[in-house]
């Protein structure tokens, strides 16, 4: 499934950390979130494009890092927001 996007070598972690507080830059300013999403490149974790601030997208758009997957338990899937193709990383 690799082939759908060109920017898996941006991925740097694919595990998510073992504790997540919330989206960062909500916490940081009192906002709210839907689903948390977390950078595969930073580890950043970021609201999905459902929260009012879409604090993920805005970090991609920002730094350059493309690829998000999904911090909700149960979820694995990870997000290319240049490609806008959905896809699970799998390691080597
Ligand atoms: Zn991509
Ligand atoms: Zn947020
Ligand atoms: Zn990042």
């Given at each position: 499934m690799s082939a759908i996007c060109s920017h898996l070598g941006s991925v740097e972690l694919t595990e998510l950390p073992a504790e997540i507080a919330g989206c960062e830059d909500c916490l940081a300013i009192g906002g709210t979130w839907v689903h948390l999403r977390m950078?595969?490149?930073?580890g950043r974790i970021g609201c999905c494009d459902?929260?009012?601030?879409?604090h993920a997208s805005a970090h991609a758009r920002r730094v350059g890092h493309p690829i998000v997957r999904s911090a909700e338990s149960g979820e694995d899937w990870s997000w290319c927001y240049l490609d806008n193709v959905a896809f699970v990383v799998t390691r080597p």
């Open positions: 950078c595969q490149t930073c459902s929260s009012p601030h879409r």
